[in-house]
Structure formats: structure tokens, C-alpha cells
């Protein structure tokens, strides 16, 4: 394992060639090329407003796209990735099967691309942000952790799913399928209140999805009513609030994220050798 | 230094030959504990090695498992048994233009190569002029990879693998792709290599380069080594191998039939085996099951790649036979083989005057061996004297 990681350090120069071929090879031939990362949380911004703006007609229509966007960008980042790494080993039969790299670089390389995405979306974000004079919290210096646990959980996913479906390529489908659900199932469009409410003694099963923490950290660092926003906006109670989030739980979600990373890692590593053959 | 750049030890590799390639869940859980695979080995206990700055040829029949072996050593494939240990860096070059993205150009795309082989962008840099000007690619550089033809792929590919310097490079059946002028700048390059001490394993059915570049020649047919040593004895045990694998094929209407063809040495002896400077006479036996008028005896002595050495017929000696009937035979008399080692083959035939009508055609019918005491390079000996003047 040590090797490995040894190895992947030698080829750290082919991991960012790869990414930047997946960013290249993504906007090739298209006018606007990189524009379009920008582009995509724009028009997401303006159609929620516009939508928004008609059916709640008061001034919650800020708070609730601000609300959206700071659980769907990172949400869109976590299932983008998936769906671009779990392909990524069986789409690059041309590579697999001719030449000798460490491979975990192909799943890696998406969830590069799509890190480069979720900056430029957050940095579009976080803009619109400063135009409507929103008030940022303090607890938005945690940015950086936020990140890096969603980033360490994504990982160590992504390489279990990208080597599972090698062998069993129904991990694609099932993925499609379920982030689906698990998108449900996690407080991004709606409050979590709701849930709470509507769940009553499920309600613990619920807060166990990891994704669950890791959303309502994002709109707990971003969007948060009532640590500071709501202070000054003093209207806290008629918005979505982030209610949920424990000592107990965060600790549980980084856990588990670098379990699943040693973990998935560990798997890659051992089912790698039959990738060649398998593809 | 470690004594073997590649040792490869008892390696079988074996494949699960799947009756359908659905691995989906149903199939899994309607075949679970029913094996829906055949076992097929694709190598069986192979073992090599290579000393450091040793060329090794691998030849065989399609199918024999040359690919699967170099995979085996670059770690593409695992063997299901055995082991393969490799001391120093290794550049591969297995399939046109692997790993090349089409969508990305010339230039891009020897970064990327390169650091598919773990070299850094900045020994790229240091070398990106030296690989375009061996690629011959100024002009096309910054064009998309799609558009290039099949030989520049490979050149490009080549002169990636070869300029990155490995300490052992594996070369794959690609160079066939390039042109003439490019496969012999290919082998001065990989003889410079052999030079500078580096290690090189080289799959090939071009047999006869591997007499020119290979120190050690290893045959495999059907997964397991059926002859290894020194590349004339491989190459030749090679084309025996592959030409009882052909039928000599045999065509015309036999109105006039050739019942054998018999290769005599000086002595009238009949004999597969032929020394260089020594006379043969080949006999051709025929019957004539009705009267044929203006028949034309011919034959002609080609190496095992088709090419004719030598041919002649009764019409270009300007000899008119007549009208044949009964039995009887043709000999031709050659007076001094000038052809050096190598394996050929015979060709006989009878047919009219103009061609129109093939009465028996056998060809590349009768095999033989030439041997020759002098190790002088090229297919045919002439004889040189040799001055120096000071
Ligand atoms: N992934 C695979 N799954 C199943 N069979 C395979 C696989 N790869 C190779 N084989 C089989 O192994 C045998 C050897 O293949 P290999 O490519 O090594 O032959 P080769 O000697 O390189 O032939 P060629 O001269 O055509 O290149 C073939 O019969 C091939 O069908
Ligand atoms: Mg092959």
C-alpha cells in the first residue's frame, strides 16, 4: 500500500496531465469553453430567483436561494463526481489495457476536473453573494474542512465504485438510480425541519446519511440564519433553519469518510490487477 | 547492479473465456456457483530472463502469446502463477499509438505519453525537440491526434518511448506500421540503445530483424517456449514451424501431371540440404495422360517470404518440346547456388506456351536448407576478393 501510494507520487505529473485533459477534452470545440462552469451556476442562480421571486413574493427569496445553492453546489459536486469516476476504469479500455500507470489516477482525474468545476461554481456563488450584500458569517473560515471532509468521503467512494464496476457494471446503473434517492433524502431543497416533522421517530435514521452533515455543514458555514445572519436579519424563524448539526455526528461522518477512503483505497489497490483482463 | 533486468519465472497466465460477456447481476445470481467460463491459458510456465543490456526477440505464431507475456512484464496483466521480477524503469510501446488521446494535440499528447511513463514534464521539455525532429512531426505538432495517419501515431509513440531513456524498452509489433525509411531509423535508434547498455525485448514477425538486432531469441507457440537460443537456429526452427503450417498449394488441369520433383546434389543423390557454391539439379517427373502439344517446364527457388530467388522455363531457354506423350522427366541443372543460410523453397510447373492453360502448378512444393560456411551478411554470396592498398 505504501508503494502504491509511492508510485501514484511519481505519476502525480500524469494525475494533473489527466485532469487537465478531462477539462480540455470537456470543452474542446464548444465557443464558450470555460465559460460554461460559470455559466451553470449562473443560470441556476437566475432561474431560482426568477421562480421564486413569483411564487414567494416577499423578501424570504433571497434566504431560500441562498438556502438551495449552498447545499445543491456541493450536493452537484459529490454526485458529479460519482457518475464521472465509477465509468472511468471500464471508459479507458484504450488506456487499462495497453500501458502499465497506477490506475487510480482515471478516478482520480474526474474528481479533480470536477473540484476545478465546484471552485469556479462557488467563486460564481460567492459573488452573487457580495451583490446582494449578504452577510457572511465567521464560521465561513471553515470553508477549507468542509471541503476536505466532503472531498475525503467523495474519494474513498468514488475508487470502491469505480473498481466495483469493473466487475460488476451494474454499479453504474445502480448509482444513477440511487443518488436520486439519496438527493430525497438529504435537506437541499428542503428544510430540515420538514424532515424532522414529518419523520418523528425516524427522524434518528434520517441524521445518520452522511450526506446529511456534510450538506448541512455547507449551509451551516454559508447560509446559516442562526448564528449570524439571523441577528441581523431577525426574521430567523420564518426561513429554513440547519438545526441539526451535533458534536456526535460530525465526528461520525469524518470517521466514516476516512474509513471509506482507506477502505475504497485498499479495494482499488487489490482489484486493480484484474482490471486489464476484465475491461 | 542486480543480474537480471527481467527474469520471468514459471509464468502461466490463464484467462476466464466467458460464454457471454454479461456481467450484470442477473447473471451473476442465476450462474452463482455455475461457472458460465472456460479456463484458456494463454501461457504455460514460461520462463526468461534477461541480463542487463541484452536484446531479447520473442517470436511465434498470432495467438502464441507474445502480447500477454509483455503484459505479464509491464504489469498491465498479473500472472495467475509464477513471477515476473524487473530492475529499472520501463517504457513500453505495446499498441499503436496506446494512450494517445485523440482529442488532444500533438504536443499535449507527448506530455501526457510521457507522463504515462512517469517522466516529468520537465525532462519532457528538455527532450520535446529531439522527439518531434526523430517523429518527423514539425509541421503536424499542433494538430489533433485524430487526424494523423497510422504511422505517425506510431513514430510519435516511438520517439516518445525511446527519447523518455528507459532501462528497459518493449517494443511490441508496432514498427511494422512505419515506412521503410522510418523502421531502419528505428533500428539504428535501437541499436544506439543497445549501445548505451539499455535492455530491450522486441516481439516481432518480421523473424529475420531479430537475426540483426537480438542477442537471445525465444520461440513460443501456444503459451509454452518451444525453442530458445541463438537467433539463426530459433528463426530457422521458426520457418520450418510455420511452413508445414501452410500447404503448398497445387492447381491445373493435369492433361500433363507432375508425379514429383527431386532436388539432387552433385553426386545424384537426393538430399534437403544444399551447401552455398554447390551445383543442384532439380528433376521433374511427369506423365502425359493424353498428348500434349508446346508444354513449358518451369521452376523457381523462393525463400519463405515469397520472394523468388531464381526461376526459369523451357520457353526462356528457347527449348521447344514438342508434342509430349508417355512418361518421362526434366532436369535442370544449376550449377552454383549463390544463396547463404536460409530456408527455400521450391516451385514447379507445367503449362503452355502462352500461359493461358496450367497443365500441374506445385508450388513452393519441395522445401531445403542452404547452408554456408561463411558468415557473410545479405541473402546471396559473392565472391570478393579483398585489396588494401596504404
Ligand atoms: N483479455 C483476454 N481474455 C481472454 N483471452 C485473451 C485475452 N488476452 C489475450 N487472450 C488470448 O490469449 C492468446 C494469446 O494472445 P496474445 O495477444 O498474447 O497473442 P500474440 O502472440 O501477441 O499474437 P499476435 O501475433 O497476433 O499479436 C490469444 O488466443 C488470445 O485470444
Ligand atoms: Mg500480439
Known amino acids: ?14 494525475l494533473y496531465n489527466l485532469t487537465v485533459k478531462e477539462l480540455k477534452v470537456k470543452y474542446k470545440r464548444s465557443v464558450l469553453g470555460f465559460l460554461w462552469s460559470f455559466m451553470n451556476p449562473l443560470i441556476m442562480l437566475a432561474v431560482f430567483s426568477l421562480v421564486f421571486s413569483i411564487l414567494v413574493k416577499n423578501d424570504a427569496m433571497n434566504w431560500f436561494v441562498v438556502y438551495l445553492m449552498s447545499g445543491l453546489l456541493p450536493w452537484l459536486f459529490f454526485v458529479n463526481c460519482l457518475m464521472q469516476s465509477v465509468g472511468t476504469v471500464v471508459g479507458n479500455p ?123 455543514l455547507w449551509q451551516f458555514i454559508i447560509y446559516n440564519p442562526h448564528y449570524y445572519a439571523a441577528k441581523v436579519y431577525k426574521f430567523p424563524d420564518k426561513y429554513p433553519a440547519v438545526n441539526y448539526l451535533s458534536f456526535w455526528g460530525i465526528l461520525g461522518t469524518s470517521l466514516l469518510a476516512v474509513f471509506l477512503l482507506v477502505f475504497g483505497y485498499y479495494y482499488f489497490v487489490r482489484k486493480e490487477r484484474g482490471f486489464a483482463e476484465q475491461i | ?94 499498441e499503436l499509438g496506446a494512450g494517445f488521446q485523440p482529442d488532444l494535440t500533438g504536443r499535449e499528447n507527448v506530455y501526457l505519453n510521457a507522463s504515462i511513463l512517469g517522466f516529468s514534464k520537465k525532462e519532457v521539455d528538455k527532450r520535446f525537440d529531439e522527439i518531434v525532429a526523430f517523429a518527423e512531426l514539425e509541421r503536424f505538432i499542433d494538430n489533433h491526434v485524430r487526424n494523423y495517419s497510422s504511422g505517425m501515431y506510431i513514430r510519435l509513440g516511438f520517439a516518445i518511448a525511446i527519447n523518455v531513456d528507459p532501462d528497459i524498452l518493449i517494443i511490441d509489433e508496432v514498427l511494422a506500421v512505419g515506412d521503410e525509411a522510418f523502421q531502419r531509423k528505428c ?50 526452427y521458426y520457418h520450418q514451424v510455420m511452413e508445414t503450417a501452410e500447404e503448398g498449394s497445387e492447381r491445373g488441369d493435369r492433361r500433363l501431371e507432375i508425379l514429383g520433383v527431386a532436388l539432387l546434389n552433385e553426386a545424384e543423390e537426393p538430399t534437403t540440404v544444399f551447401h552455398t557454391g554447390q551445383p543442384m539439379k532439380i528433376r521433374v517427373a511427369w506423365r502425359a495422360n493424353e498428348p500434349v502439344t508446346d508444354p513449358v517446364f518451369g ?76 558468415d557473410d551478411a545479405g541473402l546471396l554470396y559473392v565472391p570478393t576478393e579483398i585489396q588494401v592498398f596504404r
Request: proline share 3%.
Open chain 2, 299 to 374: 521452376f523457381s527457388i523462393d525463400d519463405y517470404r515469397g520472394f523468388t530467388a531464381y526461376g526459369t522455363n523451357t520457353r526462356l531457354k528457347g527449348l521447344d518440346l514438342g508434342t509430349l506423350t508417355g512418361e518421362g522427366f526434366v532436369q535442370f541443372d544449376l550449377s552454383s547456388l549463390p544463396m547463404l543460410e536460409g530456408r527455400y523453397l521450391v516451385s514447379a510447373a507445367i503449362h503452355s506456351r502462352d500461359e493461358q492453360t496450367i497443365y500441374h502448378w506445385l508450388d513452393r512444393h519441395v522445401p531445403f536448407d542452404m547452408k554456408s560456411d561463411v
Open chain 2, 187 to 236: 533500428l539504428e535508434r535501437i541499436e544506439e540503445i543497445q549501445e548505451s547498455g539499455k535492455t530491450i525485448i522486441f516481439v516481432t514477425h518480421n523473424v529475420e530483424i531479430t537475426k540483426e538486432i537480438c542477442s537471445y531469441v525465444v520461440m513460443l507457440d501456444h503459451g509454452s517456449v518451444v525453442k530458445e537460443g541463438r537467433p539463426r537456429e530459433v528463426v530457422n
Open chain 1, 1 to 14: 500500500m505504501i508503494d502504491r501510494l509511492k508510485d501514484l507520487w511519481v505519476h502525480r505529473e500524469l
Open chain 1, 94 to 216: 484504450g488506456l487499462v489495457k495497453k500501458v502499465y500507470f497506477p490506475r487510480e489516477t482515471l478516478p482520480l482525474a474526474a474528481i479533480g476536473a470536477n473540484i476545478f468545476h465546484f471552485f469556479m461554481q462557488m467563486a460564481v456563488f460567492f459573488i452573487f453573494l457580495l451583490i446582494i450584500g449578504w452577510h457572511f458569517s465567521i464560521y465561513l473560515l471553515f470553508f477549507p474542512l468542509v471541503f476536505l471532509l466532503e472531498v475525503t468521503f467523495t474519494l474513498g467512494l468514488c475508487m470502491f465504485l469505480s473498481a466495483a464496476n469493473v466487475y460488476l457494471r451494474d454499479v453504474q446503473h445502480f448509482v444513477e438510480v440511487a443518488t436520486m434517492a439519496w438527493f430525497w433524502l438529504t435537506p437541499i431543497v428542503y428544510p430540515i425541519g420538514m424532515a424532522m416533522n414529518a419523520l418523528g421517530e425516524w427522524f434518528r435514521l434520517y441524521l445518520l446519511n452522511p450526506m446529511t452533515n456534510i450538506i448541512q
Open chain 2, 1 to 94: 547492479m542486480a543480474e537480471y533486468a527481467v527474469e520471468i519465472d514459471e509464468v502461466s497466465k490463464m484467462f476466464k473465456l466467458y460464454h457471454e460477456n454479461v456481467k450484470s447481476l442477473k447473471e451473476k445470481v442465476l450462474f452463482f456457483r455455475k461457472r458460465g467460463y472456460e479456463e484458456f491459458w494463454a501461457l504455460k510456465d514460461v520462463s526468461v530472463s534477461v541480463k542487463p543490456g541484452e536484446t531479447l526477440g520473442i517470436i511465434g505464431a498470432n495467438g502464441s502469446g507474445k502480447s500477454t507475456l509483455l503484459k505479464c512484464v509491464t504489469k498491465i496483466l498479473y500472472p495467475t502463477s509464477g513471477k515476473v521480477v524487473t530492475n529499472g524503469s520501463i517504457a513500453a510501446l505495446l
